[in-house]
């Protein structure tokens, strides 16, 4: 029992988002105009294909499922990935997670000489400073420039269209039992917030939890969004509604704006029209 | 200690772990709040907390603790091994696999019945496997192929696990890790009567074969030479004790040490005479496991933590305590 929780855990531990990321200040960020480059954030790949880079790219993970790199070659998972493959594609610019989740990937590509920046996709304004630093590394910083603008003028209008909707209290769950919840913190509670939801969980002690189920009872709840394929007992909310949201939006990216919009029209059906 | 005065000790010692786990809870209620709610009167909120999650959830942690604490119990008895635990025949193993695999491959979806039944299915099925194993070689059963058999498929089920996971995303990961640290959180009324259908005949058989046990637990020769049917008792009191053990991981996930401290412990007071142990043995589970479930969700409320920590951090200094005691007066 104890060998198989410890390999769960090891598993957990490994493959968990990168909420808790220390900014690493001490090396200088590669500039320049990257060619090889292999993305170990599947975020960060999709800013890569934004901002015009998509054909700069000579490997993806496991976790990159669109068709658009499908042909790539894998190098593994985004945290300890396989050196050996990274090495083989001689990328000039390896793309990793911020943080301290995966210590040893960092001192391996310095030993191999190949350079890395880190990236920290958990929050808004970490996914904005993630387009700018790949602008830079690639040389694209115009159109990073023009990417960032995009995005802040999407959550811009978002916030716009749902200022008439008077606001929800909603509750966020992410499945498990008991149930799991986003708490303030986390790039979810971000969200829902800019979709004109308040978040019901604010007060949670951490990022994300299980609370006893008869807390969401006694919580009053205008909307209840589920991820993904997750079970939620309707009657532990007898008055919300309840909403199934696609996964994906849980993913913080270049998308951010179109997934507030998601959310917002979740939370608050139609919404106002975008003024001209 | 005589076994009255601790059976009556528990018995009190259940009674108010139920009253203070439908008193207390993350949400604060008043004793009149309660007790009106308990009547179907008052706030309807305070009533579905009540009624539809703090009972149901009592219920099913003295069945499903006094329930492990039995199978327990018996194992120690049949396999002539202190360390053998409800999940030694590789139980948790099969059933983590059946929960992993609905979750990786998001059968959850199909209803809030997938998970248990395919938990259960997996303990059966690990169940089944070592038994046939254990059987293969002859007539008789021998308890120490049991054993290996038990560990070794319990490995080969924590390699599929390790493996399923390793190619799952990391959401996968987090409510594998989650259901297999074990929880009381998904109580229904429902899962409390299918859990009490099985459990109460399956406890009151294993109580009724306490003589027998007794015996077996002297060692298989004797038994046989005093005119106990050795395999019958063996093979009958291990399927039981097993479903029993299957019935509880199914709905409230692996909980550890329940199983292997309280029947020691309650062994260490009053001796191992099975008449009087295999029933504390369940008394002093549900009671065990109905407070280590208030201390999850008190603890950091509104947040749960599993309740297999409370039932560790509890439950083991306890024992040394008691082990302490035993070796120092012999």
């Not at chain 1, 040893?104 to 970490?126: F, M, Q």
């Not at chain 1, 969980?201 to 205008?222: C, K, M, N, Q």
């Not at chain 2, 059933?95 to 248990?116: D, M, R, T, Y």
């Not at chain 2, 409320?301 to 082990?323: D, K, W």
Request: with cysteine.
């Amino acid at each position: 029992m104890h060998a198989l929780l410890l390999t769960i855990f090891a598993a957990a531990c490994g493959g968990d988002g990168a909420e808790e990321g220390a900014q690493e200040g001490d090396r200088p960020e590669p500039q320049g105009s990257a060619t090889r480059i292999i993305s170990l954030v599947p975020s960060a790949t999709l800013t890569l294909r934004e901002i015009g880079a998509a054909d700069r790219l000579v490997g993806r993970t496991d976790f990159d499922t669109g068709a658009w790199v499908a042909d790539l070659p894998s190098v593994g998972g985004g945290l300890e990935p396989n050196l050996e493959a990274i090495v083989s594609l001689r990328p000039d610019l390896v793309v990793r997670f911020a943080g301290s989740q995966d210590r040893r990937t960092p001192a391996r590509l310095d030993d191999l000489g190949i350079p890395h920046i880190a990236v920290r996709p958990d929050r808004v304004e970490d996914v904005l400073e993630t387009v700018r630093v790949l602008g830079r590394a690639t040389g694209l910083e115009a159109s990073a420039a023009e990417l960032v603008a995009r995005i802040e003028a999407g959550l811009a209008e978002v916030e716009e269209r749902v200022r008439p909707h008077p606001r929800k209290r909603v509750a966020y769950v992410l499945g498990g039992t008991p149930p799991w919840v986003a708490g303030p913190g986390t790039y979810i509670h971000e969200l829902v917030t800019l979709a004109g939801g308040d978040n019901v969980f604010s007060d949670l002690g951490e990022l994300y939890a299980g609370v006893s189920p008869e807390e969401i009872r006694s919580r009053e709840i205008d909307v209840v969004l589920v991820s993904g394929t997750d079970v939620f007992d309707p009657s532990l909310a007898p008055d919300a509604r309840i909403e199934i949201v696609d996964e994906s939006i849980e993913i913080p990216g270049p998308h951010l704006a179109d997934a507030a919009l998601q959310l917002a029209e979740l939370i608050h059906g139609p919404l106002a029209p975008a003024s001209p | 200690m005589s076994r009255w005065t601790l059976g009556v000790g528990l018995l009190i010692a259940t009674l108010v772990s139920v009253l203070l786990s439908v008193r207390l809870g993350s949400v604060p209620l008043t004793t009149a709040e309660v007790l009106a709610a308990l009547g179907g009167n008052g706030d309807p909120v305070v009533q579905d907390i009540v009624l539809r999650l703090r009972l149901p959830r009592v219920f099913l942690g003295v069945l499903v603790g006094g329930g492990l604490a039995i199978a327990g119990a018996t194992f120690q008895a049949l396999l002539r091994n202190p360390l053998a635990e409800p999940y030694i025949l590789g139980i948790s193993g099969g059933a983590s696999v059946g929960a992993v695999l609905v979750l990786a491959f998001g059968w959850v979806a199909a209803g809030s019945w997938a998970l248990p039944l395919a938990a259960f299915a997996g303990a059966v099925l690990a169940i089944v496997l070592v038994f046939r194993v254990a059987t293969a070689t002859g007539r008789a059963m021998d308890v120490r192929v049991l054993l290996l058999a038990g560990v070794v498929v319990a490995a080969f089920f924590s390699a599929c696990i390790a493996f399923i996971l390793a190619i799952s995303p990391a959401r996968t990961v987090q409510s594998a890790v989650l259901w297999i640290m074990g929880s009381l959180a998904g109580a229904t009324w429902r899962s409390v009567l299918l859990t009490a259908v099985y459990t109460t005949p399956a406890v009151l058989l294993l109580v009724a074969m306490a003589r027998p046990l007794n015996l077996l637990a002297i060692g298989e020769e004797t038994a046989h030479h005093l005119g106990a049917d050795v395999e019958r008792v063996k093979r009958i009191s291990l399927v039981v004790a097993a479903l029993i053990t299957a019935s509880g991981v199914a709905v409230a996930g692996v909980i550890g040490f329940v199983g292997l401290v309280v029947p020691h412990a309650v062994r260490l007071v009053i001796g191992s005479d099975h008449r009087a142990l295999l029933p504390l043995s369940f008394l002093a589970g549900a009671a065990f496991l109905t407070l280590a479930d208030l201390g999850a969700r008190l603890a950091l409320a509104p947040t749960e933590i599993p309740i297999g920590v409370i039932t560790a951090f509890v439950g083991v200094p306890f024992f040394l305590v008691l082990l302490r005691r035993s070796v120092a007066t012999p």
